[in-house]
């Protein structure tokens, strides 16, 4: 493919943003300061000491994005056991968010108990890589990034606009993420909490009664799995 600078800089810049820019698993979470409606906020102060999920949306009054945020709210108390901080993003103005919020409350019998970034100028969103021109060069994907305890990214997940999310599966990843910072063990396929976890195959065999006193079977010698350790 020929560019030319002239007629095709914007193209330019978009490439060199996403060879830049691309966020990756293990990167620090980009900070930024954000208008948000439950005020102002530095994202890593904001943090704290704890985890995170910063998730997009496509716009506000739109009806599969009202549903997901209603459906978060009521999973306040399941974010807040697992010390995660829970914070939405759409490219609509502060005021918007403020009355969507009272639909969202209205229709999905909720109170909204987290801050919604207001980002017009897509100041955040292009930090984050989520508008995906391909997709639509206006509005922000479904993007869902869960940042450990460490700043780092831990998990990007990327939904189309028509397909909520499913953040049941969101809470499951940080538990698997969680076991993994916490234990030298991984989740299985499908795993749910309280299933038996896999040992990582760092830990050599002898060394796994005394990590793992709960027991362990050896399938083969690089499948080895044990009880879930915090249950
Ligand atoms: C929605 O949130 O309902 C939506 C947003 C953009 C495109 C399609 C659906």
Redesign the pocket.
Known sequence: MELSWESDSFKYIKLIEYYIMALRLGDIAPDFRAETTEGTINFHEWLGNGWGVLFS???DF????TTELGTVAKLKDEFAKRNVKVVALSVDGIESHHQWIKDINETQSTTVNFPIIADPDFKISGLYDMIHPNANDK?TVRSVFVIGADKKVKLIITYP??TGRNFEEILRVIDSLQLTANYSVATPANWKDGEDVVIAPAIKDEDIPAKFPKGHKRIKPYLRTTPQPNK
Do not use: K, L, R
């Open positions: 949306h496509p716009a739109t009806p599969v994005c509005f606009a028509s």
